[in-house]
Nanobody
């Protein structure tokens, strides 16, 4: 069965850190660009961070630059999002997405993991 499963979300105080993981099964992520996206209540889904197939290229939303780091381990079929200096506005459901290189269209989505930043 092809799926992406996120984990690592939870409740954290402002200024704290979390590390999200996205584990793939049923397919290899090595040929997909991977990204983390998030959606807060009442807001549109937004791209948080993306990483190329080899991990050599990354890009981030301006709102998370310098605080979040995306990485991948193709051998483990896992993508990570290290989130530091968390703010209440980072509260959202975070989704992992596998995007095909040729068409640049999302192919697989995870079910999401909730991140809540609150004191």
């Amino acid at each position: 069965q092809v799926q992406l499963v996120e984990s690592g979300g939870g409740l954290v105080q402002p200024g704290g850190s979390l590390r999200l993981s996205c584990a793939a099964s049923g397919f290899s992520i090595s040929t997909y660009a991977m990204s983390w996206n998030r959606q807060a209540p009442g807001k549109e889904r937004e791209l948080v961070a993306a990483i190329s197939t080899s991990g050599g290229s990354t890009n981030y939303a301006d709102s998370v630059k310098g605080r979040f780091t995306i990485s991948r381990d193709n051998a483990k079929r896992t993508v990570y999002l290290q989130m530091n200096s968390l703010k209440p506005e980072d509260t959202a459901v975070y989704y992992c997405v596998a995007t095909t290189i040729v068409s640049k269209s999302p192919r697989y989505w995870g079910q999401g993991t909730q991140v809540t930043v609150s004191s």
